[in-house]
């Protein structure tokens, strides 16, 4: 089944987790299917949180974070691999996005603020399109063919 990749950027940290959880929720009720959320949040200074959450049918109880300092010389795509979500990485190089996407995500957020990766199957990128139109963001990478992008980009000013 052919995925594609939305990467949105939100002005507070809450948001990308609301985004996620509203996703997550709609997908435990069978209406979409999601292969990845993974939220990252910018707190105050250099500290990024790495929030995958859990998908609705795991057994594992509540969200998964975990805080990455920023240091000097360090990469986001280095430290998420790191910090075992790699395969966010490599789904991204899959989809000709190379780390240095994932490093500038990092760098251009600002404290406070978050993003959110999605992996979306083909079939469910309206939904999803759908629930995003919901919260104001800013696209930052998209695998969508042009209309969709462009309808997306406009729903989200």
């Known amino acids: 089944m052919s995925t594609n990749l939305i990467v949105i950027a939100f002005a507070d940290r809450e948001t990308a987790k609301d985004v996620r959880n509203e996703l997550r929720g709609r997908e435990g ?64 190089r899959g989809h000709n996005i190379d780390s240095d996407f994932v490093d500038d995500v990092g760098e251009s957020l600002e404290p406070g603020s978050s993003a959110i990766f999605l992996q979306v199957a083909e079939g469910d990128v309206e939904k999803v399109v759908d629930v995003l139109n919901q919260y104001p963001g800013r696209v930052l990478k998209t695998t969508l063919d042009d209309e969709q992008e462009e309808t997306l980009r406009k729903m989200l000013r």
């Open 29 to 92: 009720e069978g209406a979409i299917e999601l292969q990845e959320a993974l939220v990252v949040e910018r707190g105050q200074g250099e500290i990024v949180e790495v929030n995958k959450g859990e998908k609705p049918d795991m057994e594992t109880p509540g969200p998964g974070g975990i805080l990455l300092p920023l240091v000097y010389g360090s990469s986001l795509a280095s430290l998420l691999t790191g910090a075992g979500v790699g395969h966010v990485v490599d789904t991204l």
